[in-house]
């Protein structure tokens, strides 16, 4: 597992972790209430710009990490180009570019001990009914966590079949990679175990 807390340093990286996370939704719920394809633009462009900011390599790093989104991407631009829904279909990449870039932003600048204690004091009701949010925590944070290893696992599979053919691995990758995944849930089932699981005595 690997972290996605940049290693550079910016400004945004003391800002506290709840004001970044409700900034984002609030950012994200106005994103889906804009229909204007300027506007949308306009807010791609200002989002690049603060990758931007702290300079060349924080933002290579976050344009890598937004790589996975293109075949998303080209799906939908397929998809309008076949429906000749051009406006919507570019309203929907802006939209989903930008959120999701926000959202890398946030996790680039964010440690994830920082937003677990924003979820924990999130739960805190649920906590004072009676009910453990440890399994919820501990979900969330592995799965920030493993996606990148996923992702990059994936990514060596494909690089691995390229050398060894010439043609595309598409489906013949699938399988490794299942395997691989499943091998990566059963050492994380094995360390939790011997940690003592996910459970605690007792709720502080």
């Known amino acids: 597992m690997i972290s996605l807390t940049s ?8 800002w506290p972790a709840g004001v970044k996370l409700a900034a984002l939704g609030a950012a994200t719920f106005a994103l889906f209430l804009i229909s204007d394809l300027r506007i949308l633009a306009a807010a791609l462009v200002g989002m690049a710009g603060l990758y931007a900011l702290p300079g060349r390599q924080f933002f290579r790093t976050g344009m890598e990490r937004l790589r996975v989104l293109w075949p ?3 799906i939908l631009a397929i998809w309008h180009i076949l429906t000749a829904t051009y406006a919507e279909g570019a309203e929907i990449i802006l ?16 440690a994830l001990s920082e937003m677990i204690a924003v979820i924990r004091l999130l739960a805190t009701p649920l906590r004072r009914l009676g009910l453990s949010t440890r399994a919820l925590e501990l979900a969330i944070a592995l799965v920030i966590r493993i996606l990148p290893a996923l992702i ?3 990514q060596r599979l494909s690089d691995a079949w390229r050398a060894r053919s010439p043609r595309r691995p598409g489906w013949r990758v ?13 050492h994380l089932a094995e360390a939790l175990r011997a940690r003592g699981g996910i459970l605690e005595n007792k709720e502080t």
Do not use: Q, Y
């Not at 290693?7 to 003391?14: D, E, G, I, K, L």
């Not at 939209?95 to 964010?110: F, H, Q």
């Not at 699938?174 to 059963?186: M, Q």
């Open 152 to 154: 990059e696992n994936g």
């Open 7 to 14: 290693p550079v340093r910016t400004r945004a990286h003391s």
């Open 174 to 186: 699938v399988v490794p990679f299942t395997l691989l995944a499943l091998d990566d849930a059963d």
């Open 72 to 74: 998303f991407l080209a």
């Open 95 to 110: 939209r989903l570019l930008t959120a999701v870039g926000l959202a890398n932003l946030v996790t680039m600048t964010t």
